[in-house]
Nanobody, 128 residues
Framework: QLQLVESGGGLVQPGGSLRLSCVAS????????MGWFRQAPGKDREGVAC????????SYVDAVRGRFTISKDNAANTVYLQMSSLRAEDTAVYYC?????????????????????WGQGTQVTVSS
């Protein structure tokens, strides 16, 4: 069974940091690009970061570039999202997804069949 499980969310003050983890089971991340997405209340889900299957290429949406860092540990079958300088507008449920094509081009708006699996999400709340 293919499964992704996110963890690491929580409540943090503006300016704080969190590290999200996404552990895969039932398949190897060696062959997939991995994306982090988020969905805030009343908004559509949006892609915020992606890393290619080799871990050598990354892509970020402008809103998080310079504050978030995506990384991938294929040996641990895990992808991370280090989030720093958090803002209230970063509040959302964060999801990870495995992308079949193995690279990030267009990752934010692929047809559903291009995503191998999605996690259940982890809540990030930025508030004082």
């Amino acid at each position: 069974q293919l499964q992704l499980v996110e963890s690491g969310g929580g409540l943090v003050q503006p300016g704080g940091s969190l590290r999200l983890s996404c552990v895969a089971s039932g398949f190897s991340l060696d062959f997939y690009a991995m994306g982090w997405f988020r969905q805030a209340p009343g908004k559509d889900r949006e892609g915020v970061a992606c890393i290619g299957k080799s871990g050598k290429t990354t892509s970020y949406v402008d809103a998080v570039r310079g504050r978030f860092t995506i990384s991938k540990d294929n040996a641990a079958n895990t992808v991370y999202l280090q989030m720093s300088s958090l803002r209230a507008e970063d509040t959302a449920v964060y999801y990870c997804a495995a992308i079949k094509r193995g690279y990030c081009l267009g990752y934010r708006s692929l047809p559903p069949q291009e995503y191998e699996s999605w996690g259940q999400g982890t809540q990030v709340t930025v508030s004082s």
